[in-house]
């Protein structure tokens, strides 16, 4: 059979592809054999194919099937409640998050420890509506007249150093120095110094005593 | 796996589930479709949600017996790419359409796809590159028959021409793209 390179050309993809009839299948090999740009047209076109086919799929964006149904079947609100939800869940994986849930932990658990009631005490009965209301409300109401005691006592105090306080200072002092003005050098300790231990703690314990009477 | 001519007849029926999976099942040969044409993953992103929205309005007109759904997809697409392909050669207000190509697309060319940067830039790109240099009828035909896979009546019926216009398409095509890549300094594999 008779060849030339535009039959060549021609009948390239058909070649190429095993779809060519033996006959010119034949006839087109011996033609590429003697003729070199005959030959590199089958070597360039056939390695060119072989690339396209080799190239992998581009992938489309994630978010690309979300918009085709978006705008199909409309925006679809289940959907992103789940990723939502998807996303406050992802976050959990994240090494900050889990430091943050350990060092809570363990500092509830260093503080139940030390002021809390022990896991091992508690009984079945314990955890019984009237039991919890009771001891609830047995500790709201402690707690309340603690506080209330602290406020009177603190009141007391600041009763008296404010008595002192008021006191004029005597004229004749010999030496200052802080036994002699235990008033106004340290109020604090004085005012917790039994009253006939100095002898300005005769006029404390007085003053003391004025306060004791006036509560 | 359920065949594409059945979700087809559930979508009928109004079951969203089946449209999902009939666009998680194609989404991806429609983009690279609308990819490998335009060479613009912007366009392409629009043009395949263009796609299965015609797709979503017209699935009443498959026919089963006249062709596989993956077929129709692709004439659909095909359809859209050419009108996308005459539109923005009205806007650049040229006819010359093999010396518009390139310039068009290599202006419009984003940064480097992640795809192609795993090809280290080469051979996706440059493919893509004389892809771009190729006529719209060769570069179709190649693209449907090289990357996209379908055979040649499957071609012909995608293009709605006779099967030796396709035949002779598709060589043409390897050609010229074989001597462009030649051009561009891409030896054979």
Redesign the interface.
């Known amino acids: 059979m008779d060849w030339n390179c535009t039959l060549t050309?021609?009948a390239?993809?058909?070649f190429?592809d095993g779809a060519l009839a033996p006959a010119e299948r034949a006839a087109l090999s011996a033609h590429a054999a003697e003729c070199e740009v005959c030959a590199q047209?089958v070597?360039?076109?056939?390695?060119?194919?072989?690339?396209?086919?080799?190239?992998?799929?581009?992938?489309?964006?994630d978010y690309?099937?979300a918009?085709?149904?978006n705008?199909?079947?409309g925006p679809r609100s289940s959907e992103s409640v789940f990723q939502r939800w998807l996303g406050w869940l992802g976050e959990i994986g994240q090494p900050r998050f889990a430091m943050g849930v350990v060092t809570v932990v363990a500092s509830l658990a260093i503080v139940l420890h030390a002021v809390g009631p022990s896991l091992r005490t508690v009984k079945a009965a314990d955890l019984a509506p009237a039991n919890v209301v009771r001891r609830a409300d047995r500790g709201v109401h402690l707690s309340y007249a603690r506080a209330a005691r602290f406020v009177s006592d603190l009141r007391v105090v600041y009763e008296i150093q404010s008595r002192f306080a008021s006191q004029p200072e005597p004229k004749t002092s010999p030496s200052p120095g802080p036994a002699s003005n235990p008033a106004t050098s340290e109020p604090r300790d004085k005012s917790r110094t039994p009253p006939d231990s100095t002898g300005g703690g005769t006029r404390g314990g007085e003053l003391a005593a004025q306060v004791i009477g006036y509560w | 796996m359920e065949p594409d001519a059945q979700l087809v007849e559930r979508c009928l029926r109004g079951d969203g589930p089946a449209w999902e999976e009939l666009v998680r099942r194609h989404a991806r040969r429609v983009y690279n479709l609308c990819y490998r044409f335009t060479g613009n993953p912007t366009a392409a992103e629009d043009l395949s949600q263009d796609v299965f929205l015609r797709v979503y309005r017209t699935l009443a007109s498959y026919q089963p017996a006249q062709g596989a759904f993956p077929t129709w997809l692709a004439r659909l697409s095909r359809n859209l790419l050419i009108d996308h392909y005459r539109r923005t050669r009205r806007d650049r207000l040229t006819d010359s359409l093999d010396d518009a190509m390139p310039h068009l697309e290599a202006q419009n060319s984003p940064a480097p796809t992640p795809e192609t940067q795993a090809l280290s830039g080469e051979l996706s790109a440059q493919l893509q590159q004389g892809l771009a240099r190729l006529s719209p009828e060769l570069r179709e035909a190649v693209i449907l028959r090289d990357l996209q896979g379908l055979e040649y009546n499957e071609i012909q019926m995608v293009l709605q021409i006779p099967e030796g216009t396709v035949k002779s398409r598709i060589n043409r095509g390897r050609v010229e793209l074989a001597r462009v890549l030649e051009e561009m300094g891409m030896r054979p594999a």
């Open positions: 050309e021609e390239l993809s058909d190429l047209m070597e360039r076109v056939g390695g060119m194919i072989r690339r396209l086919h080799a190239l992998a799929p581009v992938e489309e964006p690309l099937q918009r085709i149904l705008v199909t079947l």
